[in-house]
Each structure stands twice: as structure tokens, then as C-alpha cells.
């Protein structure tokens, strides 16, 4: 991080996951959970691709370098990645993973996401444990997001999230947990024993409800982590930054313990390109999270609009 008394520049930032669909259309249209693949449904091959690259150009726009998008079908992510110069893996459903064609497995650029425990079996989660080690493909696995989901999975496993993964092997794999507002201290020593990277979605959580993460419990103990945008339309990666420093502040009743080179080292990627933000003179380096990147996109206006009547036709169907 390089600064002058106006400017200062900082490295291109990671967006661990971003939902490709939720991204695309959330500007125009309500895409809940229990809509979405009624509105996959009603989109072609060639809108599911526009709706994405709206997402991707999204990314680029707020300064992003590293990509990690979810996408409905295979390849359909890693063709956008290259065409915008972004490093990073599209993501798709564990489900999906039989399917998955060999183009997917050359690079190490694709990754299976396993969205809930409770929606896969024990068979399903052996079989894709077995196959992420053979393939040597990377997961994404979505854990103790709500207290109910908690409690499904103890039901069903009759053991915690993280004792779930940990029992399947699937903390073995190289692997990424999200949906944490609910990891209690014992599965997050599991994970930081595993070496695991968490990642965050402040906003993404926020506007479903989720709850807010203590983010200094992760420091002080000394987890990986970084960031993401999540299903949130709204890629802005210095403010979910800014998100999880105010909710830990809320959530201690205190201020003080997180800093701000703390969050941005997990925002940003070191090895990539840097970006240059205007501070004005009276403003303290602290305040660089409340920043807004903006990366002109050639062509954005154009796949704006094209999601946009996408979006219109989606609304007439449902």
C-alpha cells in the first residue's frame, strides 16, 4: 500500500464468491431463494451468459482482480474470466459434479460448491469428497449460516458442521467455508486446524437476515479469511470491509480492536495490479473503507442494458 498526501494505492481486490445470477439481475429484479431456479428456468443459454457477464463487468468496475463466480452451467465462468484479464475459478454446484466435463479439470480454475449440508446426502457428500481428491478439484462449502440450518445438521449427522466436514474428508481437500454467523468456537478450531480460508459476505448476509460475524473472534484467534459479495447485487468490496468492522464494533460495544490494514490485507490480492483511490489531505488512513471504486468498462452499458430486458421478460413470466 503506497500513499502520497492525495492518493493512495492499493492492490486489486479478491471477491472470494460472487452468486453470478443473484448479481446479474439483483439491480432489476427480486431474485429470492425459492424463485431462483424458476427463473433459471426461463432463461436461455445465451441470457444465462449475458446476466453473468453483467456480473463479471460489475466486478471489474469495483476494482476486482480475483474472481470466484457462481455460474448455472460449466464453462460458462472461466470463458469470462479470460475475456475481462481476471484471475480467479467459476463455481459451480457440487451436485452437478458427475457432469462436470474434462475441459472444467485443466488449470485448476473450477470449483464445486456445496451449498447446504443438509441438502446432500451421505452418499453424495462420500462421493464428492472421493472425487475432489482424484480430480483435485478445489470446494466451496457453505456452513452454520442460520441456527436452524445448524440444527438440521446435527440432526441429521448428529454432529457439528465443521465435525461434518472434518468426518468426510472434505477438510482434507482444498476447500473454502462461507455462511459462518453461526460457527461456534469449537468448530472454528477445527477449521483454523485444517488451515481453512473463511470467507465473509457482510452485505449478502445482512440482507438475508443472517446475523452479523464477530470478525475480531477471527482475528484473535488467528483464522484465515477474506471476502466475498455473495447474492448481493451490489459489489463493492471496501464496504463489505467496512460492514464487518462496524458489526464486530456493534456486537463488542467497543471500537478499536480491528484495523485497517488488517481488513484491506484480507480484501486484496498482493500479487496483483494496484488501484488508485482520491483521499482528500484531512482525511486519516482509517477512512479508506469508506471509499468507492469505480473502473471504467468498455461495454457495460451495452450488457446493462441487455440484462435489463432479461429482466423485464422474467418479470412478465413470474
Known amino acids: 500500500m503506497h500513499t502520497s498526501q ?110 447446504s449440508l443438509v441438502d446432500y446426502n451421505q452418499d453424495l457428500l462420500s462421493a464428492i469428497s472421493d472425487f475432489s481428491a482424484r480430480a483435485d478439484v478445489p470446494l466451496a462449502i457453505e456452513l452454520a449460516s442460520d441456527l436452524e440450518n445448524v440444527g438440521k445438521i446435527v440432526n441429521t449427522y448428529s454432529s457439528s458442521p465443521a465435525e461434518v466436514l472434518e468426518s468426510f474428508g472434505l477438510l482434507d481437500r482444498e476447500c473454502f467455508v462461507y455462511g459462518l454467523n453461526y460457527l461456534d468456537k469449537d468448530d472454528q478450531k477445527i477449521v483454523k486446524d485444517y488451515d481453512k480460508t473463511c470467507i465473509f459476505s457482510p452485505q449478502s448476509d445482512g440482507k438475508r437476515g443472517m446475523g452479523a460475524i464477530n470478525l475480531f473472534n477471527f482475528i484473535y484467534h488467528r483464522l484465515k479469511f477474506g471476502f466475498s ?39 486484496t490480492d498482493k500479487s496483483d495490479d494496484e488501484i488508485e483511490l482520491d483521499l482528500f489531505q484531512e482525511e486519516n488512513i482509517d477512512n479508506i473503507l469508506d471509499k468507492k471504486v469505480h473502473i471504467k468498462v468498455e461495454e457495460f452499458d451495452s450488457i446493462q442494458k441487455k440484462t435489463i430486458e432479461i429482466a423485464r421478460k422474467i418479470k412478465e413470466k413470474i
Open 229 to 267: 459479495s455473495g447474492k448481493c447485487y451490489n459489489v463493492d468490496m471496501l464496504f463489505e470491509g467496512k460492514l464487518a468492522v462496524l458489526n464486530t464494533f456493534n456486537l463488542m460495544h467497543e471500537s478499536g480492536n480491528i484495523s485497517t490494514e488488517e481488513v484491506l490485507d484480507s480484501l
Open 6 to 115: 492525495d492518493k493512495i494505492r492499493i492492490n486489486k481486490f479478491v471477491n472470494h464468491y460472487c452468486e453470478g445470477i443473484y448479481c446479474g439481475l439483483g439491480d432489476f429484479l427480486n431474485v429470492k431463494e425459492e424463485y431462483y431456479d424458476d427463473i433459471l428456468s426461463l432463461l436461455s443459454l445465451q441470457e444465462k451468459e449475458t446476466v453473468i457477464e453483467y456480473a463479471v463487468a460489475k466486478n471489474v468496475q469495483a476494482g476486482v482482480g480475483t474472481l470466484n463466480i457462481k455460474v448455472p452451467e460449466f464453462g460458462m465462468g472461466l470463458k469470462l474470466l479470460d475475456k475481462y484479464h481476471l484471475k480467479g475459478r467459476e463455481i459451480v454446484t457440487a451436485k452437478k459434479y458427475a457432469q462436470m466435463p474434462t475441459s472444467s479439470l485443466v488449470g485448476g480454475r473450477t470449483m464445486l460448491d456445496i451449498e
